[in-house]
């Protein structure tokens, strides 16, 4: 590659199709304290949102006061349903395994996520492409979530030693929602959207938006930094 220097996708929407399975735990989660969530709700206000911020937005939003202690169970619980259906499901998008494959041949991936570890390096595996990625960084290990570049800023430093003279203007954020991509512009990178969880209308930040990943070519992400 001539500019591109390094790739970081988001998770959720981008790697797997997890956000219906996201709603669904925080949906069961949240239902026993009298929190309705609706799918619509759900896409509008709170994907590519960290858990933590997420859900005490959803708890508010329905009259719901959750307090730290409250919060770390609810996490809990949602991480281990979401655990169980991961166990039996293959959330990949199809055509993306091979994708990331041939793409980490040439150039350095991290992912940059606001799900957990866990989570992520569970469906990497069962993908059988966790050797594809080397960096991962979670929402548990930034202060800030999305919009904030946080998590994006630490995934680059964590890329520096991959990278001589890594350049954030010369590395591109592959994302599926508007609060990922001002995150990855706050962080100085290209940044390219995906219509997977919100229509193009809401996607307009990016500098480039496509239906699926698999769309992309590193030719295309490498004259995307020329540009910078």
Not at 54 to 75: N, P, Q, R, S, T
Not at 111 to 126: D, F, N, T
Not at 132 to 158: C, F, G, M, Q, T
């Amino acid at each position: 590659m001539t500019h591109l220097q390094a790739i970081v996708l988001d998770f959720d929407g981008v790697i797997a199709d997890t956000e219906p399975l996201h709603f669904q735990a925080c949906r069961d989660v949240l239902a026993p304290f009298g929190v309705t969530l609706t799918a619509e709700e759900y896409v509008e206000k709170y994907i590519g949102v960290a858990d933590r911020k997420a859900i005490v937005d959803m708890g508010l939003a329905h009259g719901l006061e959750i307090d730290d202690d409250l919060l770390d169970e609810l996490i809990a619980r949602k991480a281990e349903v979401l655990r169980a259906v991961l166990s039996s499901a293959r959330p990949v998008y199809r055509g993306v395994a091979t994708l990331l494959r041939v793409w980490a041949a040439e150039v350095p991936l991290a992912i940059a996520s606001g799900a957990l570890r866990s989570e992520i390096e569970g469906v990497l595996a069962a993908g059988g492409i966790s050797d594809a990625v080397r960096v991962i960084v979670s929402a548990n290990e930034v202060r800030r979530s999305k919009p904030a570049p946080d998590v994006y800023l630490k995934a680059l430093d964590l890329l520096a030693p991959y990278v001589e003279g890594l350049v954030p203007a010369r590395c591109v954020a592959i994302e599926d929602s508007r609060w990922g991509i001002q995150a990855a512009r706050a962080a100085g990178m290209r940044s390219v959207a995906v219509t997977t969880s919100f229509p193009r209308s809401e996607l307009t930040g990016a500098d480039l938006i496509v239906d699926a990943l698999p769309e992309l070519t590193l030719d295309t992400l490498d004259a995307l930094c020329a540009q910078s």
